[in-house]
T-cell receptor
Framework: DAGITQSPRHKVTETGTPVTLRCHQTENHRYMYWYRQDPGHGLRLIHYSYGVKDTDKGEVSDGYSVSRSKTEDFLLTLESATSSQTSVYFC????????FGPGTRLTVT | DAKTTQPPSMDCAEGRAANLPCNHSTISGNEYVYWYRQIHSQGPQYIIHGLKNNETNEMASLIITEDRKSSTLILPHATLRDTAVYYCIVRVGELIFGQGTELSVKP
């Protein structure tokens, strides 16, 4: 997957608990992205980063925060998970093209 | 970003060419046409992109009309492994995904 890994790959958590998903790249690309994918909605952009400590909101950013302290890592945090955040989360990097990670399946009970 | 319109689903016989259409009538002059696909449960995969000329790579060909208001992705010899959702995206910045076309390649 073009040097992108996501961790964890699967997670089940309870409503109200904090959750952090990690995206790691070995490509040294400047741009990184977080998307979520739900049935009937396709992929929706949550947040993206255009450099260390430089981030911006996407179309569905409410309830999520991100951090990028190193080029290779982009973290997505759900401060207090809700059932509506049950989804598959994809990280992506942009070099010549945008390449996606394998996804993290998150279930909030 | 300009919006795209794709048929929700298509079938194709194995070994035949799959022609996936996309309408993007409001595309602006600096927006590229991108195609991605997503095989079940995997992350989207880049296929091809173009601005106004037709493009070909090892995976597919992209035909863009002269007025750039529509395009067609061609998989020349579809296989069962090409069964996926295909997304047509026009962009100059971040990728915005629509619903795509679910292509089913049948034996």
């Amino acid at each position: 997957d073009a040097g992108i890994t996501q961790s964890p790959r699967h997670k089940v958590t309870e409503t109200g608990t904090p959750v952090t998903l990690r995206c790691h790249q070995t490509e040294n690309h400047r741009y990184m992205y977080w998307y979520r994918q739900d049935p009937g909605h396709g992929l929706r952009l949550i947040h993206y980063s255009y450099g260390v400590k430089d981030t911006d909101k996407g179309e569905v950013s409410d309830g999520y925060s991100v951090s990028r302290s190193k080029t290779e890592d982009f973290l997505l945090t759900l401060e207090s998970a809700t059932s509506s955040q049950t989804s598959v989360y994809f990280c992506a990097i942009r070099g010549y093209e945008q390449y996606f990670g394998p996804g993290t399946r998150l279930t909030v009970t | 970003d300009a919006k795209t319109t794709q048929p929700p689903s298509m079938d194709c016989a194995e070994g035949r060419a799959a022609n996936l259409p996309c309408n993007h009538s409001t595309i602006s002059g600096n927006e590229y046409v991108y195609w991605y696909r997503q095989i079940h449960s995997q992350g989207p995969q880049y296929i091809i992109h173009g601005l106004k000329n037709n493009e070909t790579n090892e995976m597919a060909s992209l035909i863009i009309t002269e007025d750039r208001k529509s395009s067609t992705l061609i998989l020349p010899h579809a296989t069962l492994r090409d069964t996926a959702v295909y997304y047509c995206i026009v962009r100059v910045g971040e990728l915005i995904f629509g619903q795509g076309t679910e292509l089913s390649v049948k034996p």
